[in-house]
Each structure stands twice: as C-alpha cells, then as structure tokens.
C-alpha cells in the first residue's frame, strides 16, 4: 500500500511533519514495514482549514490532525490494507 502524505505548504503549516512521524512510528510499532509505503507528495488540491490531506493508494482524505490520527489509521488505513492483502491473496490463489 502506498501513503502519500501532502507536504505541500498548507498541510506543511497544518503539521504534515508530526503526520509523517505518528506513521513511521506506528508502521514499525505495528511491524508493517514490509506493507506500507510512505511518500510524500506536493499539493493534492484538496487543502482543507484543519490537518493534513493524506492519499491511500487513490483515496484522498482530508483533514487528519495527530489527535485524529490513531481513529483515521484504524478506520482508514488498516481496513484498506487488509482489503489490498486479500486482493493479492486471491490473485496468488487463481
């Protein structure tokens, strides 16, 4: 799975570098290095008053601040990556 976090100069000054740091963080806490690709990426359009806009594979999500980041990991990034491993699970099956 790729993250493409917006360090554009909005999500810069809405804190993209505390952003990047909770996913490193919690991919190797979570043993998901092999899993997870963290890139960054320049501006996505989709500036937002409040956090950082962050990419999963295509999806664009807006607005994620590090007292939201734990709930958007969960509810966001892990769901999709367990649906990206069943994907491949089942193209290796066929």
């Known amino acids: 799975m790729?993250?493409?976090?917006?360090v554009g100069s909005s999500c810069h000054l809405r804190g993209s570098e505390k952003i990047v740091q909770l996913f490193q963080k919690?991919?190797?806490e979570r043993k998901l290095d092999n899993d997870i690709t963290l890139a960054g990426s320049f501006c996505t359009g989709q500036c937002n008053r409040v956090g950082v806009t962050i990419t999963l594979n295509d999806?664009?999500?807006?607005?994620?601040?590090?007292?939201?980041?734990?709930?958007?990991?969960n509810?966001?990034?892990?769901?999709?990556?367990?649906k990206e491993?069943?994907?491949?699970?089942g193209m290796s099956n066929s």
């Open 2 to 6: 790729i993250v493409q976090i917006c």
């Open 26 to 28: 919690t991919i190797e």
């Open 59 to 73: 999806d664009i999500y807006t607005g994620v601040i590090p007292e939201t980041f734990e709930g958007f990991f």
């Open 75 to 82: 509810d966001k990034v892990i769901p999709a990556l367990e």
């Open 85 to 89: 491993r069943a994907e491949l699970n």
